[in-house]
Nanobody, 120 residues
Framework: QVQLVESGGGLVQAGGSLRLSCAAS????????MGWFRQAPGKQPDLVAS??????YYSDSVKGRFTITRNNAMNTVWLEMNSLSPEDTAVYYC???????????????WGQGTQVTVSS
């Protein structure tokens, strides 16, 4: 089984920064991609940023402010968030595209979510 454990959320003032981390643990798998989604109250989840071996994606709303990095050996991904605004307030979820040993297809695994609150 694959587990994703997140950390780093919290309360910050507008203009501040936070760094989220997500570590995958378990055995018998490889990760093809990792990313961060967020869900604000009353809204659908949105993909914020993702990274694979050859590409990185950012949503328009965070481009230039957020940076996603990944350490493949540690199965860990970080999201550095700068110039935060109240519109960034949401629960942030880590996602991993996992291929388990003996499987061909990918499966989605999710972290437990971490609250990010930005005060004005």
């Amino acid at each position: 089984q694959v587990q994703l454990v997140e950390s780093g959320g919290g309360l910050v003032q507008a203009g501040g920064s936070l760094r989220l981390s997500c570590a995958a643990s378990g055995s018998g798998f490889r990760i093809s991609g990792m990313g961060w989604f967020r869900q604000a109250p009353g809204k659908q989840p949105d993909l914020v940023a993702s990274v694979t071996s050859d590409s990185t994606y950012y949503s328009d709303s965070v481009k230039g402010r957020f940076t996603i990095t990944r350490n493949n050996a540690m199965n860990t991904v970080w999201l550095e968030m700068n110039s935060l605004s109240p519109e960034d307030t949401a629960v942030y979820y880590c996602n991993a595209k996992v291929v388990r040993r003996g499987w061909v297809s990918e499966s989605d695994f999710w972290g437990q979510g971490t609250q990010v609150t930005v005060s004005s």
